[in-house]
């Protein structure tokens, strides 16, 4: 159905000069003057990326918009509340999603592959590779590499979309206990840790499975040590942080950096990095809670050794309530001694 529909439009514009158009494949026709071709070639490429990815896109919601119809219509008996609106938001999700993979295709996926390329490049290390098989700098050598991908993935979690939404729903239901930014920098935090991890995995070309089955059996044992109303949202968070913006630039960093070191497999070690993505944010947000546990405990100590103190040191007057409560109720009855009150 996507490939009809671009064929009909390649043939229209066929219809009009644009003779043997294919998508990020076109000629300018004969009659066109010179000075109109000097970015045309890009502008029709783009707008062609743009009508097969808005075409794409809907064929993709169609079954979404068709299972809330069916329940709602067929389950329910209902009518939509606001009908106008829910088209509106649907048509907006169409052009949202295809001006979006249309941005991945030429802009995200280029640059990461692009500043992948520059970073892993022997001029700018300096050095020059020995063989196809190793290369003479060691892992050392790449630190503006891993500099990159710890600020690449911290930023891109920052402006994650689902992260901010979660973040957000997560301190309205704690009442606030739970700040959203907090939540945010410590996912962010552990996003930047995994892909700077993960692309020293691919650096120094070790096991994926050596690294993800540690990290996992680190987060089985910090499940049970970390605060057990954090540890939902902690999970949830490795989730979320994967989403619109961040998985094509990593995704673009491995394969970038996978290729342009000689040894590396493209398909084994340019994939692998969102894993690790997903993986060290839940140990981030658990830590963040275990330290924030810990800080609230040492708190709450000297206020309590205060307040002991002060409970334990009665006043003189106290002391002799206390004192005279505790006298024999025989001693408080009889009289004292005429003896001792007669005068001599």
């Known amino acids: 159905m996507v490939m009809l529909a671009i064929d009909t439009i390649a043939l229209a514009l066929q219809g009009v000069g644009f003779n043997d158009f294919e998508f990020g494949n076109w000629m300018p026709p004969a009659w066109m003057p010179p000075a109109w071709t000097g970015n045309a070639v890009e502008k029709i490429s783009i707008a062609g990326r743009l009508a097969a990815s808005i075409l794409s896109t809907i064929v993709d919601i169609l079954p979404i918009a068709g299972v809330i119809l069916f329940f709602q219509m067929v389950v329910l008996r209902r009518p939509l509340a606001n009908p106008q609106r829910l088209f509106l938001g649907f048509f907006f999700v169409l052009l949202g999603l295809s001006f ?35 290369p003479s700098a060691d892992w050392r050598m790449f ?4 500099l990159f991908a710890f600020s690449i993935g911290f930023s891109a979690t920052i402006a994650e979309p689902a992260l ?15 700040r959203a930014k907090n ?8 996003v930047g840790v ?21 990290a996992y059996l680190f987060v089985v044992v910090q499940t049970w040590f970390a605060p057990k109303s954090i ?15 961040t998985v094509p630039i990593i995704t673009a960093l491995g394969l970038g950096l996978s290729s342009q070191i000689p ?14 993505a997903c993986l060290f944010p839940i140990i981030s947000v658990m830590g963040y809670a275990q330290i924030g546990q810990w800080l609230n405990q040492r708190q709450r100590k000297p206020a309590k050794q205060s307040v002991s103190s002060t409970a ?3 006043s003189t007057e106290e002391q002799a309530q206390t004192s005279l409560a505790e006298r024999p109720l025989k001693e408080k009855l009889e009289p004292d001694d005429p003896a001792q009150d007669s005068p001599n």
């Open 263 to 276: 040894g590396r497999n493209v398909l084994i070690d340019g994939f692998g990095l969102i894993a690790f």
């Open 143 to 146: 630190y503006w590499t891993y």
């Open 164 to 178: 901010i939404a979660v973040a957000m729903k997560a301190e309205e239901v704690s009442g606030g206990a739970l």
């Open 100 to 134: 979006f993979l249309v941005g991945l295709d030429v802009a995200l996926f280029p640059l990461g592959s692009e500043m992948a390329r520059q970073l892993t490049e022997p001029e700018f290390l300096g050095t020059a590779w020995d063989n196809e098989q190793n």
């Open 194 to 214: 995994g892909i700077t991890l993960g692309v020293f995995r691919i650096i120094a070309g070790h096991s994926l499975p050596a690294y993800i089955v540690t």
């Open 231 to 245: 540890v939902p949202l902690a999970y949830d968070s490795g989730g979320v942080t994967t989403s619109t913006i």
């Open 312 to 314: 334990t040191v009665p």
């Open 183 to 190: 939540l945010r920098w410590a996912v962010a935090v552990g």
